[in-house]
């Protein structure tokens, strides 16, 4: 069974930075995606990468501003998080699902079957 583990998170000010890092364990996986749930809102998937090759997808929210990279001899995933705002403030999960790819398009939440516990991140100045 995969097992996930987010780390990262923090309170910082707009337009600074934060790196979220996901650990997998426990199974193979073929992509691994990133959410954000902001206060009283659902969770949104705000970028996804492929293993094999590396293939990536963002929100329109965020591109241009988070970079998704792998490191898959550590399996290891990592969100960084550039110019962030206050919308950006939130619980960020990471998330996966063995038969899963990352398509072009984004991915509802109900297609991932398995998911970190979720790192808080707060931009407020």
């Known amino acids: 069974q995969l097992q996930l583990v987010e780390s990262g998170g923090g309170l910082v000010q707009p337009g600074q930075s934060l790196r979220l890092s996901c650990t997998i364990s426990?199974?193979?996986?073929?992509?691994i995606g990133w959410f954000h749930r902001a206060p009283g809102k659902e969770r949104e998937e705000v970028s996804c990468?492929?293993?094999?090759?590396?293939?990536?997808y963002y929100s329109d929210s965020v591109k241009g501003r988070f970079a998704i990279s792998r490191d898959n001899a550590k399996n290891t995933v990592y969100l960084q998080m550039n110019n962030l705002k206050s919308e950006d403030t939130g619980v960020y999960y990471c998330?996966?699902?063995?038969?899963?790819?990352?398509?072009?398009?984004?991915?509802?939440?109900?297609?991932?079957?398995?998911w970190g516990q979720g790192t808080q991140v707060t931009v407020s100045s």
């Open positions: 426990g199974s193979w996986y073929h992509a």
């Open positions: 990468i492929n293993k094999s090759d590396g293939t990536t």
């Open positions: 998330a996966s699902d063995r038969d899963l790819y990352c398509p072009e398009h984004s991915v509802a939440a109900s297609d991932f079957t398995s």
